[in-house]
């Protein structure tokens, strides 16, 4: 059964590997005894993944962009048909942080130390291997945490995306995120899961109200969500500079959800009112509270690393 331990240690013939297992990703650190270490080229990692993802198969090498001059023939042992996989390329550093494009589920590693060896690169002991369940989330009895993904300039973008645009210019409420809605749960990841399931659980019940203070106010579908709880929504949104201009998209989102029939209010405080917070109650009574540092824009949740966190305890 594939572990849920944050932090897993394990060794195999004087190779020593940690993995701590984090938000939609895995970092492992190797360590090896000195008395292994003559000729060593560095890490392999192979993997199982729970469906094939970008790859021909579940089962592949991590890949690596950075090659040798004189690229090395591999001994094969690995079973990986991918070019850039590390075993042709061992990762020459002592940590490597994955981040699985098969989704999340179980996953079956296996680290090997490398070796140069005549022209070839060679796995000859034993790798160290790891059963982790990825989730995209840390959950917690009344407590959940969600990251975005933050990985609009990675090199991953460009493999799934082509570098497309997130969005399209210039920004207004009004366009088909249908488009770019696969992009959005990727990149939003849990954060974006958690901010959505909030708003979906009040537009379904209609004994359930809302109190949101908001900052940055631009994503169309939470501005849509908001619209459609009308009356049960209470909204305190920031009016200083960034904001305050009547062409700006959160005045645009004020005056959308005013016509909903939901209650309004804007101010900056001294300065600016920097909040991103959902306050839901359920008969008058509060059961969840949204925060974090994730703006409900389409910055905030598809392009910055944020964080979202939700409290469900009356007394948060």
Not at 147 to 159: K, L
Request: hydrophobic share 35%; net charge neutral; with cysteine.
């Amino acid at each position: 059964m594939a572990s849920s331990s944050a932090i897993v240690k394990k060794s195999s013939a004087g190779l020593h590997v940690t993995s701590y297992r984090g938000s939609n990703a895995v970092l492992f650190a190797m360590d090896m005894d000195k008395a292994e270490t003559s000729n060593l080229a560095g890490f392999s990692i192979h993997c199982i993944a729970p469906t094939k993802g970008p790859y021909p198969t579940r089962e592949h090498c991590l890949p690596n962009d950075l090659d040798f001059e004189h690229p090395f023939e591999s001994d094969n042992v690995l079973n990986c048909t991918n070019p850039r996989g590390s075993n042709h390329r061992p990762f020459q550093t002592f940590h490597w942080m994955h981040f699985p494009s098969a989704g999340t589920g179980e996953y079956k590693y296996t680290i090997y130390a490398a070796y140069f060896d005549r022209g070839r690169i060679i796995h000859p002991y034993p790798g160290v291997t790891f059963d982790l369940n990825i989730d995209s989330k840390f959950s917690f009895p009344s407590f959940d945490l969600g990251f975005t993904r933050a990985y609009v300039s990675s090199q991953a973008y460009v493999e799934r995306y082509g570098n497309t645009p997130v969005y399209p210019q210039p920004k207004s409420l009004d366009f088909d995120t249908k488009e770019y809605l696969e992009k959005y749960l990727w990149l939003g990841a849990s954060a974006r899961d958690l901010i959505f399931k909030i708003l979906e659980e009040t537009q379904q019940d209609d004994s359930i109200e809302l109190d949101v203070f908001s900052f940055d106010l631009s994503e169309p579908d939470i501005v849509r969500a908001l619209c459609n709880i009308g009356k049960r929504l209470r909204i305190f949104q920031d009016n200083s500079t960034k904001h305050k201009d009547p062409k700006s998209l959160e005045s645009e989102a004020v005056k959308r959800i005013r016509k909903s029939g939901a209650k309004v209010q804007r101010g900056h405080f001294q300065v600016l009112a920097h909040d991103k917070v959902f306050i839901q109650k359920k008969n008058g009574k509060p059961t969840s509270v949204l925060t974090g540092s994730a703006n409900f824009s389409l910055r905030g949740i598809y392009v910055q690393a944020n964080s979202v966190l939700v409290f469900r305890d009356s007394a948060v």
